[in-house]
């Protein structure tokens, strides 16, 4: 039987259960207390709104999915970092190694390197310094890791949680320079918020901005999909979780560029305190045009809460301390109505890829409504 569904939130998560939703016939109304849609991935045509975001992914199904949509447009990511030793690739690749170690090195030889400079830990994966020290050494983790993460999570590099540096692809014995493994890779030939637009555009689905919702809402609706921080739909009763939050700043440039779409900033440099660069006209294939161009300085000003959000920074990462999962985790078992679904990195406490996000929502629609043969649905030519 088709159903009324109230998705709380526009962002990767609410817009994948949306046109998932539609698709089935079912009738959809999306709220975003926001007056754009797209989350924090949100764009325009000059730039994306709040910091770089590139579509990567090797599954086949979230691939043919966002196919559906827009044309990914196969541009790579390749990083540089700034670091003691100049502008190298990152991820740390032969060239990178051979710099660093000061000669040329074949693959064998680099392994060698990187083994003489490990060191052993009976507890690995206890924070991000043990996980690097055993893994790529002391030098490369002092080279690339210590002062970019330190800067960005604002705690000492032994108290960042080992997930977060795992996210980096470990050093590869070629030339690769891209910063993502995947298969596919690229952004969306006219950027994310058209993306998002194309996802939302049914006849079955209604979308209200600046729209903040209230549990009073769900009366109204057979199954409500709750996208949003988990901590706020409990009025932060146990505390507010923190995120590590970010802002930007712009620097205008006359007949210049940084020559890379992206440069992170790995110096260990106290007074200075821009984790990364952008330039947005160079990332994707002519996705983005400033008429008076612009670069995009990232800087991180460390925890803050939902509750304390007071505009001039956005709360961007979930952060995966002990302390951190046992507050979520009283959220997770808190009793609800059992119509609301919490799915997303907000109502997960999750750092999600983009990706990951939207596998999660087919997966949450496929849970809720039986396994949905896209593929078949999708061939067919009229809907
Ligand atoms: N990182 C680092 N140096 C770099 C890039 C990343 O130390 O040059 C660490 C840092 O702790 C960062 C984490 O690796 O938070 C994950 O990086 P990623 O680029 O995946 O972060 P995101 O793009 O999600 O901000």
Redesign the pocket.
């Known amino acids: 039987m088709k159903k009324k569904h109230l998705i709380v939130g526009a962002g990767v998560t609410g817009c994948t259960i949306a046109a998932c939703l539609s698709h089935r016939g079912h009738q959809v109304h999306v709220i975003d207390r926001a007056d754009k849609i797209g989350g924090l991935c949100a764009d325009t045509k000059e730039t994306q709104t709040f910091?770089?975001h590139i579509f990567h992914t090797s599954d086949e199904r979230v691939y043919r999915f966002i196919s559906e949509y827009t044309t990914i447009d196969g541009w790579k990511n390749r990083?540089l970092?700034s670091t003691s030793y100049g502008l190298l690739n990152?991820?740390v690749n032969l060239q990178t190694l051979s710099i660093v170690y000061g000669k040329r090195l074949t693959a064998n030889q680099a392994i060698k390197e990187m083994e003489s400079d490990r060191e052993a830990s009976a507890t690995p994966m206890e924070n991000?310094e043990s996980f690097l020290y055993t893994s790529i050494g002391r030098k490369l983790t002092d080279t690339?890791?210590?002062?970019?993460?330190e800067r960005?999570?604002k705690m000492p590099?032994n108290k960042?949680p080992s997930s977060?540096?795992q996210?980096?692809p470990s050093p590869r014995l070629n030339l690769e320079d891209g910063?993502f493994n995947d298969k596919y890779q690229g952004l969306p030939d006219r950027g994310f918020t058209d993306l998002f637009n194309r996802m939302l555009d049914d006849p079955d689905i209604e979308v209200s901005l600046n729209t903040p919702y209230e549990q009073s809402m769900n009366d109204d609706y057979d199954v409500v999909w709750y996208t949003g921080p988990i901590d706020q739909y409990h009025n932060f009763k146990h505390g507010a979780l923190p995120y590590?939050s970010v802002y930007w700043t712009r620097e205008y440039i006359v007949n210049d560029s940084q020559g890379n779409a992206v440069i992170?900033?790995?110096l260990n440099n106290p007074n200075d305190d821009v984790?990364?660069s952008i330039e947005y006209p160079l990332l994707g294939k002519n996705v983005y045009h400033q008429e008076k161009p612009f670069i995009i300085h990232?800087h991180s000003v460390g925890p803050k809460h939902f509750n304390d959000r007071d505009g001039k920074f956005t709360l961007?990462?979930p952060i995966a301390t002990e302390e951190n999962q046992n507050l979520y985790k009283k959220y997770k078992d808190e009793p609800t109505d059992p119509k609301v679904r919490f799915v997303g990195r907000l109502a997960n406490y999750a750092?999600y890829?983009m990706d990951v996000a939207i596998k999660k929502a087919l997966e949450a629609v496929d849970a809720a409504l039986g396994v949905w043969d896209d593929k078949a649905l999708y061939e067919q030519e009229e809907w």
């Not at 690339?144 to 993460?149: G, Q, T």
Request: include cysteine; hydrophobic fraction near 40%; proline fraction near 6%.
């Open positions: 910091g770089p990083v970092a990152f991820p991000a690339f890791f210590r002062a970019y993460s960005q999570w590099l960042i977060v540096v996210r980096i910063y590590n992170n900033n790995c984790t990364r990232e961007a990462y750092y890829n």
